[in-house]
């Protein structure tokens, strides 16, 4: 086993895959900081964090803006967690679900940052997901600024949804990480980008690490 993975990793680095040459793309661009958090907001704008884990990116978006943030994270431990990082700060809310194309039930494997509901890490726990149409509907609101959604694998039906219903025409920028979780997510992925491109540019695209589209002016 552990020669099988020692024989697994010199592969990887004499034949490294793209993903993986995109990934380290991203780390000599210093996509983190150049990219993720270089937005024109204020202290008015409205930001949701779809993927919260520990919060992190939420406490270094509102450091940067003091925006008004909406975080979701469906694991309990990782929103409790949020919960109590944010309990002094009026303008963060977090909320224990995630966001979807349907409302319902999941179970959900729990592995850290990649807890998702599309792998098997044999610890698990029932979570619910939300109809993001029928979130808007219960929390409305007119314009969203930044969404930012790194939901391991979610965020295919998720954007789905946004484009079916229009509602992608409220968010001026969408921040997401797409997931290589089947055979169909490239092509997923590109029948997503193709139905973005009428609503939405490309700022900065890095293959299956992150990329953001960003809402034509004319739309505004």
Same mark, same amino acid.
């Given at each position: 086993?552990?020669?099988?993975?020692?024989?697994?990793?010199?592969?990887?680095?004499?034949?490294?895959?793209?993903?993986?040459?995109?990934?380290?793309?991203?780390?000599?661009?210093?996509?983190?900081?150049?990219?993720?958090?270089?937005?024109?907001?204020?202290?008015?704008?409205?930001?949701?964090?779809?993927?919260?884990?520990?919060?992190?990116?939420?406490?270094?978006?509102?450091?940067?803006?003091?925006?008004?943030?909406?975080?979701?994270?469906?694991?309990?431990?990782?929103?409790?967690?949020?919960?109590?990082?944010?309990?002094?700060?009026?303008? !963060?809310? /977090?909320?224990?679900?995630?966001?979807?194309?349907? &409302?319902? $039930?999941?179970? %959900?494997? =729990?592995?850290?940052?990649?807890?998702?509901?599309?792998?098997?890490?044999?610890?698990?726990?029932?979570?619910?997901?939300?109809?993001?149409?029928?979130?808007?509907?219960?929390?409305?609101?007119?314009?969203?600024?930044?969404?930012?959604?790194?939901?391991?694998?979610?965020?295919?039906?998720?954007?789905?949804?946004?484009?079916?219903?229009?509602?992608?025409?409220?968010?001026?920028? !969408?921040? /997401?990480?797409?997931?290589?979780?089947?055979?169909? &997510?490239? $092509?997923?992925? %590109?029948? =997503?980008?193709?139905?973005?491109?009428?609503?939405?540019?490309?700022?900065?695209?890095?293959?299956?690490?992150?990329?953001?589209?960003?809402?034509?002016?004319?739309?505004?």
């Amino acid at each position: 086993m552990i020669i099988d993975k020692i024989i697994k990793n010199i592969k990887d680095e004499l034949f490294p895959s793209k993903e993986r040459l995109m990934a380290k793309k991203w780390q000599e661009d210093g996509g983190d900081y150049a990219f993720r958090f270089n937005y024109d907001l204020t202290k008015d704008s409205i930001v949701l964090d779809l993927g919260g884990y520990e919060g992190q990116w939420a406490s270094d978006i509102f450091s940067r803006y003091r925006c008004h943030l909406y975080v979701f994270e469906p694991v309990q431990s990782f929103a409790e967690h949020i919960r109590k990082r944010f309990i002094d700060n009026e303008k !963060i809310k /977090v909320f224990e679900c995630g966001l979807g194309g349907v &409302s319902r $039930s999941e179970e %959900i494997s =729990i592995d850290a940052d990649g807890s998702s509901l599309f792998r098997d890490s044999g610890s698990t726990e029932q979570i619910e997901i939300m109809d993001i149409m029928h979130w808007l509907e219960e929390n409305p609101m007119t314009h969203v600024e930044l969404m930012k959604i790194n939901i391991e694998g979610g965020e295919y039906e998720l954007l789905d949804r946004l484009i079916e219903t229009n509602l992608v025409n409220m968010v001026n920028n !969408i921040q /997401v990480q797409f997931h290589n979780i089947d055979n169909n &997510s490239t $092509s997923h992925m %590109i029948k =997503i980008r193709e139905a973005l491109a009428h609503t939405h540019a490309p700022t900065y695209q890095y293959e299956f690490v992150w990329e953001n589209w960003e809402l034509k002016k004319d739309l505004r």
